[in-house]
């Protein structure tokens, strides 16, 4: 049993900063470890695409190339949660993100490759 629950989305100006969360609640407890999370975003009327990565096994991190250098994703497997720090934000990475799981792969950049999704947050960033 897996659920993922976003948060920290909100309004801001282009140039601001925003850190969203993607807090796990897992049974067993330890096996947040054992998932590869992801973070994908979906503008209105745009198809659902990745934005970030990050392996479960050594923590290597992969990005699309529109938010290489402005967004930085990281895990605590402590407390089940995985961050999206976005930086330098543009009116362009307006979008629901979502995070993403699965215990099947170690990398993936299509939606069909993870199997566990949160409800999303909503990013607007204001020009």
């Known amino acids: 049993q897996v659920q993922f629950r976003e948060s920290g989305g909100g309004l801001v100006q282009a140039g601001d900063s925003l850190r969203l969360s993607c807090a796990a609640s897992v049974r067993p407890v330890r096996t947040f470890s054992r998932y590869t999370m992801a973070w994908f975003r979906q503008a209105p009327g745009k198809e659902r695409e990745f934005v970030v990565g990050i392996d479960w096994i050594d923590g290597s991190t992969y990005y699309t190339d529109s938010v290489k250098g402005r967004f930085t994703i990281s895990r605590d497997n402590a407390k089940n949660t995985v961050y999206l720090q976005m930086n330098s934000l543009k009116p362009e990475d307006t979008a629901v993100y979502y995070c993403?799981?699965?215990?099947?792969?170690?990398?993936?950049?299509?939606?069909?490759?993870?199997?566990?999704w949160g409800q999303g947050t909503q990013v607007t960033v204001s020009s």
């Open positions: 993403a799981a699965d215990t099947r792969l170690r990398t993936g950049t299509f939606p069909a490759q993870y199997a566990n």
